[in-house]
């Protein structure tokens, strides 16, 4: 009987909590539990009644809500007022910076699958698809790489041209300024498309349509501003860059020392109000050959001319290139990816006001700016290009394991090869399906600064894992450099990618939990803004209900994680049939299993977790996993559930399944509170940890849709350069990779003719006159053999150079004196 009360209470107590029941239920349910108690056990007045009055007294105080308030959520909000560290109006208007979106729902627990299914995948319109077939497939033509990155050191000034006459500089700028205004996705696909043909030229593309000028004048810009600058920039009049970074700032570009003094002085033979600036940037995109200068500076105001206030904090402004004081033009050599890019200064440069981004609106509110405008920004570049080199990998070094023979067998046959093709087919799928993911989420207005995030971090590491793996494949053909050489330089290319837009490892560390954890959590900057109100009672009254939402949510999240850890998530609802249900019910379990464990962390190391930035990456990368499954899993529905694809989905959520449950056990082995953290751990995986790494079969499956012909391969690598318009070196391996396909079972009846006896000679050449002499083979088949000799021998060379050792023609190196000091 006892052991029956007790199981029933556990029940109920669980599905109170795993459904989230309010107060109203919790109290009806505990005292149905105590007259069922009371009742049943016969219990005597005199242990009833204290027993009664004790469970009134608590109901009281945790259900009356200005008794709770004042007996139990006051001491509360005091203790987290004093602990809480004090966030100035500009770290506050950082943190509130963009918007939430699918990386919230993945953050309840319980992520309403619908939700995702529903969101409408972006589309591209007739005139942006008509770009990219037309001007962007001619761009691509123009782009010589190997000519840009070895000989000329620069894109050709044709190409320049071409660049600024077609409205490449102009993408994101509205029509009604003479800007393309394409969509999100058009803008990514321009850039990835380009990168797959030339990353210089991705790159030349790409700023200007990041975070600079055009973006920063299209949201904050006054409408002077606007109707002078962006048709210059929208017809590429103006080459823009934008200058944060310097010396003494770069991830922490909150320490700019640059600075700007509110003054008046000349400008345009007029005395006007302006600032006078000095400043020292550097690695500046396009710098040394722009026109306008984005400026990131601290503006003071000793003078107080502008209002009451002398330190202003970070602010921008628009420099032309001209203004006197400005040194600029030497240029950085950025790992032989020689896309425009150096140092600038300014001394004593003045500027009126009106060239501040937003005029005086908007001085001391550059941070929040910056931040919002990387929030977009971030989420388009880095992952195109990123996609663009997955997908160049995927068709061309699986085109190349397909043609190249080692054995007497085509590479990709061993188990090997396989391995390394998987991942790299597998991973781009995975990335293009997140890319397309947030620019469908951009595109209907979005501005998921934490999402963006996870793009820019995993899109570029998966970029070098691809491309790390491509590499190994391709041997010395990767190696060699040359026009012939179709990976080399995206191998260069990687860690420029890992640096800008926030260097990768600060992302992953700091940036993807931390701003997570604040976002989307869906009561923590609830009781961050509660803490900071300064009407004190309203402020009290906010975190009563954010602190016992918070409670609730806790409650729920245990018992979800328990339920679905011994179910391993099988009786969850899953929103679609068929081989990806599955998924969807294990992605069910890892949210809740993460939104608890995230809760725990914080709640057990405070603002220290910040600190413990290890904890917090392992926290980070299941929150990504979860949203580049989802994507996953999405971007399977949104293409109409092709079998052929499924291997790729299979490998993909495979791989991050294992990949949150070892970042999980990571996090469980670290955490400081050793019997939480193995509570933990029984909590959440209560019958042990069951992913392992992706099995063989599914690596061959999915290395398989990159070696032969077929719609999976194609819509895999979807939008990239393939040059069907000339003779480039893709259509070298297009070719080749398809006679491969079309000789193959050629090529095994010979080998069958071989092993069996049936040929005697030695060399492939002989072997095929002794065929066809026998009737092994025909006359036909023969010709398209020796035409597949033809096209191999073309892919598998690689360039040689009677002259090696030109050097680069560097005309200027900066480098001040070295300083010695005694020690
Ligand atoms: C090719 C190129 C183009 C660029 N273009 C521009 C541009 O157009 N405009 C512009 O303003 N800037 C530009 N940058 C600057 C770029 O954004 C910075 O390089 C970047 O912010 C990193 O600064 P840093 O190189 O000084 O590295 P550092 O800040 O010194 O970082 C070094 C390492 O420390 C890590 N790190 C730093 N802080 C932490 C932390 N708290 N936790 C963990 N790890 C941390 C970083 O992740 C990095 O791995 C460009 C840089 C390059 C290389």
């Not at 319109?125 to 761009?139: A, G, I, R």
């Not at 040194?327 to 004593?348: A, K, M, S």
């Not at 690598?717 to 990779?737: K, P, V, Y």
């Amino acid at each position: 009987m006892w052991i029956f009360g007790l199981l029933l209470t556990i029940a109920v107590v669980w599905a109170l909590a795993y459904w989230g029941a309010g107060t109203g239920m919790w109290i009806a349910a505990f005292a149905g539990g105590l007259a069922v108690f009371t009742v049943g056990a016969n219990v005597d007045w005199y242990v009833a009644l204290p027993v009664w009055g004790l469970s009134t007294a608590f109901v009281l105080l945790l259900g009356v809500p200005r008794i709770r308030r004042r007996y139990v959520t006051a001491p509360l909000f005091r203790q987290f007022r004093k602990v809480m560290p004090p966030m100035s109006q500009t770290e506050q208007e950082a943190l509130e910076a963009g918007s939430v979106w699918w990386d919230a729902e993945l953050f309840t627990g319980k992520p309403d699958w619908q939700r995702l299914l529903n969101l409408p995948p972006p589309r591209l319109s007739q005139q942006e698809q008509d770009f990219l077939d037309d001007e962007t497939e001619t761009l691509c033509e123009l782009l010589d790489d190997w000519r840009i990155t070895h000989e000329d050191k620069d894109l050709s000034s044709e190409a320049w041209q071409y660049i600024k006459d077609n409205g490449f500089f102009g993408l994101i700028i509205p029509q009604e300024y003479g800007g393309k205004g394409f969509s999100a996705l058009a803008h990514s696909e321009v850039v990835m498309k380009l990168a797959s043909r030339c990353i210089t030229g991705a790159v030349t593309v790409m700023v200007p349509n990041s975070l600079g000028p055009g973006k920063l004048l299209l949201h904050y810009g006054t409408p002077e501003q606007k109707s002078y600058y962006l048709p210059r920039l929208a017809r590429g009049e103006e080459v823009p860059c934008f200058a944060l970074t310097g010396p003494d700032a770069g991830s922490d570009a909150g320490a700019i020392p640059d600075r700007g003094d509110v003054c008046y002085g000349e400008w345009r033979g007029e005395r006007v109000l302006g600032v006078r600036l000095n400043w020292e940037k550097r690695y500046i995109t396009l710098g040394p050959v722009c026109t306008l200068l984005g400026l990131a500076f601290k503006l003071y105001d000793p003078e107080r001319l502008l209002g009451d206030q002398e330190e202003l904090g970070v602010t921008l402004a628009l420099v032309p290139r001209d203004t006197p004081g400005v040194t600029i033009g030497d240029r950085h050599v950025t790992l032989d990816i020689p896309f425009q890019n150096g140092p600038n200064q300014g001394h004593d440069v003045f500027v009126p006001v009106t060239q501040l981004v937003g005029g005086t609106k908007y001085v001391g509110q550059g941070w929040r700016m910056l931040v919002e405008c990387l929030a977009e920004g971030r989420g388009i570049s880095l992952p195109a290009l990123s996609v663009g080199a997955g997908k160049t990998a995927s068709r061309f070094t699986g085109a190349y394991a397909a043609i190249r023979r080692q054995f007497n067998v085509p590479i990709g046959r061993f188990e090997g090869i396989e391995e390394s093709l998987a991942r790299i087919a597998a991973l781009t799928y995975q990335m293009d399906a997140a890319r397309t993911l947030t620019l469908g989420g951009l595109d209907i207005g979005e501005s998921p600064s934490v999402v963006s995030a996870i793009v820019k971090y995993h899109l570029t590491e998966k970029y070098r894992r691809c491309i790390n793996d491509a590499m190994d494949i391709q041997g010395g053909s990767g190696i060699c450099l040359g026009p012939s050489n179709l990976i080399g330089r995206a191998y260069q290319a990687i860690p420029i990618a890992i640096t800008v837009e926030g260097a990768n490892i600060l992302t992953r560390s700091m940036i993807i939990f931390g701003q997570g954890a604040v976002r989307c959590h869906p009561w923590v900057l609830k009781e961050f803004q509660a803490a900071q109100n300064p009407d004190a009672s309203r402020g009290l009254s906010e975190f009563d209900h954010a602190i016992f939402g918070h409670v609730g949510f806790v409650l729920g999240n245990v018992a979800r994680s328990l339920f679905l850890g011994l179910t391993r998530g099988r009786l969850s609802a899953t929103p679609v049939d068929g081989p990806t249900g599955r998924y969807f019910q294990q992605l069910h379990w890892m949210s809740a299993a993460f939104a608890l464990s995230a809760d725990v962390a914080m709640m057990t190391l405070g603002g220290s977790l910040k600190r413990k930035e290890r904890l917090s990456a392992r926290l980070g990368d299941v929150l990504s996993e979860l949203y580049l499954t989802s994507a996953v899993l999405k971007r399977f529905e949104d293409q109409g559930r092709p079998e052929d694809d499924l291997p790729l989905v299979r490998w993909a959520c495979d791989n991050s399944l294992y990949h949150m449950q070892e970042s999980l056990r990571l996090l469980f082995r670290n955490l400081p509170f050793r019997p939480l953290a193995w509570l933990l751990r029984l909590v959440v995986f209560p019958s042990g940890a069951p992913y392992t790494e992706t099995s063989d079969n599914v690596d061959r499956e999915a290395a398989r849709i990159v070696l032969k012909p077929g719609d999976a391969r194609d819509r895999l690598t979807r939008g990239i350069f393939l040059g069907d318009s000339g003779q480039f070196r893709q259509q070298q391996f297009e070719q080749a990779f398809i006679q491969a396909a079309k000789v193959a079972p050629i090529e095994k009846t010979l080998r069958e003719a071989w092993r069996s006896g049936l040929l005697q000679s030695k060399t492939f050449a002989q072997q095929v006159e002794e065929a066809v002499s026998e009737g092994i083979i025909t006359h036909s088949e023969a010709s398209e053999l020796e035409k597949m000799q033809v096209l191999r021998h073309q892919v598998i060379m690689v360039d040689s150079f009677a002259q090696y050792g030109k050097q680069y023609a560097l005309t200027v190196q900066r480098s001040d004196k070295p300083a010695i000091y005694a020690v």
